[in-house]
């Protein structure tokens, strides 16, 4: 380490240099405070009004490995262990995808669907990794009985975990959709939302090393020869679980719109509804069942 003074200014400068060829400039010094501010509650204001504030020696090496890990291309919420998604802090780890910003607009799709029932509705948030959707659909709408499932039990232990610290009533239980049973539970749930699967392994060459490295790769990607594999059991599955004019809710690929739209037309629902996410790509599917 070559921060002498254990000064804090002196530590963000060293640290930011040391990332600037990895991410540049701006966002080396915005992931430097990141770390200070989950570390020592330092953000840039407090700094700026503390400049004299000294880091411990021991606080010195939780940065300086804190860094390292950026460094490797370790993601900073996995270094942390917390990702912001819908206004609440969750904790994720290597076994769950890192919630992203636009998937946030899929909540809000399911909870205006949960509002506008006459009755408390019934939801399953399928393959639901950290819990974020489900959990989120809960604290938006605290009379809908919520469920998660996964193939995961690592990801489910995630999940649990932050039910527990968001005071989120939401049940989760071990569900392969690959393997799904059409005879269970038929016509349950009023809504049934999932972030599946999408990206195809062709795909790789335009992925950042960061996804690529240490997201869990069953959460990410479908079968280039089948890209709309888990569409179409999600299809199978929600025709025999959800109750007459239920709704199917889905992220789906940008490059994908059209294809899940057929199937689930071909499927047997009545009405199939694109919406496009915050950056103006397709990105979420309606299906209302019969």
Known sequence: MKVPTN???DAVRYYTEFLEPNYGSDESKQLVFALTEHFFGFDRLKLA???GHRLSESEMLTLHFAVKELKSGKPLQYITG???????????????????????????????????????SNVLDVGTGSGCIAIS??????????????????????????????????????C????????????TFDLLVSNPPYVLYADKIDMKSNVLEWEPHLALFAPDEDP???????????????VPTGR????IHEKMGEAVSNLFTESGFSVVSVYHDINGKERFIVATKQ
């Open 7 to 9: 000064l804090l200014r």
């Open 49 to 51: 009004f503390q400049p």
């Open 82 to 120: 917390v990702a912001h998604f819908s206004g609440h802090r969750f904790f994720v780890n290597t076994s769950v995808l890192i919630p992203r910003p636009e998937t946030e607009e899929l909540v809000n799709l399911a909870a205006d669907f949960c509002r506008r029932m006459e009755h408390s």
């Open 137 to 174: 659909i809960k604290k938006l709408c605290p009379q809908a009985r919520v469920q998660g499932c996964d193939i995961s039990s690592e990801a489910l232990s995630v999940a649990r975990q932050n039910a527990l610290s968001l005071d989120a009533d939401v049940d989760f239980f071990v």
């Open 176 to 187: 392969d959709i690959q393997s799904y049973d059409s005879g269970y539970q038929p016509c």
């Open 228 to 242: 709309v594999f888990y569409y179409r059991k999600l299809a199978s599955m929600a025709l025999n679980c959800l």
């Open 248 to 251: 199917l809710m889905v992220e």
